[in-house]
């Protein structure tokens, strides 16, 4: 039985060191189940939204992402694939029930006002001023007023060449990502007659973002792409960052974000020619198709319902020889209060104690003794002495 127990606790670290290796600049804080396959997020505020591909949409309140919880759904006729919220709406597409409007005004109870079937499979919506884009995976891009929620309609149409999976809107232009034709750029400034003005057949699969006048762009083997959008009419890759996994969703902000199955993955666009990882994350079980970001906190949608990572490598690094003294070694795991151990009497009086965030950013000075840190949020802090420079990672906990 020693032998078993033995056994069974070495495979449970040998896991686990596995897992940590998988790790890098983020972690997962939280999750919440839903009924069915989580397929898309959208984020606003203090609630997830998320596309469920056998109940419709899920209301999920983040407020605190270690603990996220379901506060509201509603069910749509057909499998949900991606949506997207603006204002007080969520945008729904179901895969053979087209464009769903959701009213989210009551987020605790989401109520469906109109809709706009596409005649093929509708996988993926943008919104942008008062018109929806949707791809249609059969028939390309359906430009849909939204000026009156209740009653969407069609006010254009522009036959994709293959299949239109990826859609993000910018200024006057939409950006189809087809599967098998690449980057599609196409201009809706007149949104009765959009048309195509440009396309990259070298990149491209599913996910797709623009920002800062650049697509990123996922590929269907591996890898990130990056297409400067300066000339709409030859949009032209320049630059590239390897993948884990085939990206099924992309996102961007200061970093751009891509989900493939097991791998989260972060990189670095300061320099869009040479985009850069900076952090990634792995699970095995995840199957992830979405995600979203809001701050430090990425939303990933994945076939159990949402898990909610934190991203924390901004401005702190843990010190390899940190001499500060601490109740327990390594990376300490709070809950209420941080004790810290006496300080050394031969120490100048200047020497002092405190309390990062992830930014760099002062929290709180510390003491010897008990710290109450209870009225801090969930998350990764960094505790700093100075001037000895040792720093140590402290993970608050509820």
Same mark, same amino acid.
């Given at each position: 039985?020693?032998?078993?127990?033995?056994?069974? &606790?070495?495979?449970?670290?040998?896991?686990?060191?596995?897992?940590?290796?998988?790790?890098?600049?983020?972690?997962?804080?939280?999750? &919440?189940?839903?009924?069915?396959?989580?397929?898309?997020?959208?984020?606003?505020?203090?609630?997830?939204?998320?596309?469920?591909?056998?109940?419709?949409?899920?209301?999920?309140?983040?407020?605190?992402?270690?603990?996220?919880?379901?506060?509201?759904?509603? !069910?749509?006729?057909?499998?949900?694939?991606?949506?997207?919220?603006?204002?007080?709406?969520?945008?729904?597409?179901?895969?053979?029930?087209?464009?769903?409007? %959701?009213? %989210?005004?009551?987020?605790?109870?989401?109520?469906?006002?109109?809709?706009?079937?596409?005649?093929?499979?509708?996988?993926?919506?943008?919104?942008?001023?008062?018109?929806?884009?949707?791809?249609?995976?059969?028939?390309?891009?359906?430009?849909?007023?939204?000026?009156?929620?209740?009653?969407?309609?069609?006010?254009?149409?522009?036959?994709?060449?293959?299949?239109?999976?990826?859609?993000?809107?910018?200024? #006057?232009?939409?950006?189809?990502?087809?599967?098998?034709?690449?980057?599609?750029?196409?201009?809706?400034?007149?949104?009765?007659?959009?048309?195509?003005?440009?396309?990259?057949? @070298?990149?491209?699969?599913?996910?797709?973002?623009?920002?800062?006048? #650049?697509?990123?762009?996922?590929?269907?083997?591996?890898?990130?792409?990056?297409?400067?959008?300066? !000339?709409?009419?030859?949009?032209?890759?320049?630059?590239?960052?390897?993948?884990?996994?085939?990206?099924?969703?992309?996102?961007?902000?200061?970093?751009?974000?891509? %989900?493939?199955?097991?791998?989260?993955?972060?990189?670095?666009?300061?320099?869009?020619? #040479?985009?850069?990882?900076?952090?990634?994350?792995?699970?095995?079980?995840?199957?992830?198709?979405?995600?979203?970001?809001?701050?430090?906190? %990425?939303?990933?949608?994945?076939?159990?319902?949402? @898990?909610?990572?934190?991203?924390? !490598?901004?401005?702190?690094?843990?010190?390899? @020889?940190?001499?500060?003294?601490?109740?327990?070694?390594?990376?300490?795991?709070?809950?209420?209060?941080?004790?810290?151990?006496?300080?050394?009497?031969?120490?100048?009086?200047?020497?002092?104690?405190?309390?990062?965030?992830?930014?760099?950013?002062?929290?709180?000075?510390?003491?010897?003794?008990?710290?109450?840190?209870?009225?801090?949020?969930?998350?990764?802090?960094?505790?700093?002495?100075?001037?000895?420079? @040792?720093?140590?990672?402290?993970?608050?906990?509820?």
């Amino acid at each position: 039985m020693k032998a078993f127990l033995f056994a069974f &606790c070495l495979v449970l670290l040998l896991v686990s060191a596995a897992q940590a290796a998988d790790s890098l600049n983020v972690r997962l804080v939280g999750s &919440c189940d839903t009924p069915g396959l989580a397929y898309g997020v959208a984020v606003r505020s203090n609630y997830a939204f998320i596309a469920d591909w056998s109940s419709g949409l899920r209301v999920i309140s983040v407020a605190d992402p270690a603990h996220p919880t379901e506060i509201g759904h509603t !069910d749509t006729p057909d499998s949900a694939a991606r949506v997207t919220v603006s204002g007080n709406y969520a945008y729904v597409v179901g895969v053979q029930a087209g464009l769903r409007v %959701i009213s %989210i005004a009551d987020p605790a109870h989401p109520i469906e006002v109109g809709s706009y079937n596409t005649p093929g499979l509708a996988y993926s919506v943008a919104v942008a001023g008062n018109y929806a884009y949707v791809a249609d995976i059969d028939s390309g891009l359906w430009v849909i007023s939204i000026t009156d929620p209740a009653h969407p309609t069609k006010v254009g149409h522009w036959q994709a060449p293959g299949m239109a999976f990826g859609i993000a809107a910018a200024g #006057h232009f939409v950006y189809v990502n087809d599967a098998f034709y690449g980057l599609r750029v196409v201009s809706v400034a007149d949104p009765a007659d959009p048309y195509e003005v440009g396309h990259n057949d @070298s990149v491209g699969f599913m996910g797709v973002a623009v920002a800062g006048g #650049h697509a990123y762009v996922g590929s269907n083997t591996a890898g990130l792409f990056v297409v400067s959008l300066a !000339d709409s009419a030859h949009p032209a890759a320049v630059g590239w960052c390897n993948t884990h996994e085939p990206i099924g969703s992309v996102t961007v902000d200061d970093y751009a974000y891509t %989900i493939g199955g097991s791998w989260l993955e972060v990189f670095s666009v300061s320099d869009p020619a #040479h985009p850069s990882t900076v952090g990634h994350y792995y699970r095995s079980s995840w199957s992830a198709r979405g995600l979203a970001v809001s701050g430090d906190y %990425i939303y990933v949608a994945t076939d159990s319902g949402l @898990s909610v990572c934190q991203r924390y !490598d901004a401005g702190v690094e843990e010190a390899t @020889s940190a001499e500060l003294r601490t109740t327990e070694p390594g990376p300490t795991v709070v809950r209420g209060v941080l004790m810290l151990g006496a300080v050394d009497r031969r120490r100048q009086a200047a020497d002092r104690a405190e309390l990062l965030n992830t930014t760099g950013r002062k929290v709180m000075d510390l003491r010897a003794g008990a710290n109450d840190v209870s009225l801090l949020a969930p998350g990764v802090y960094f505790v700093s002495e100075r001037p000895a420079g @040792s720093v140590r990672r402290v993970i608050v906990a509820r």
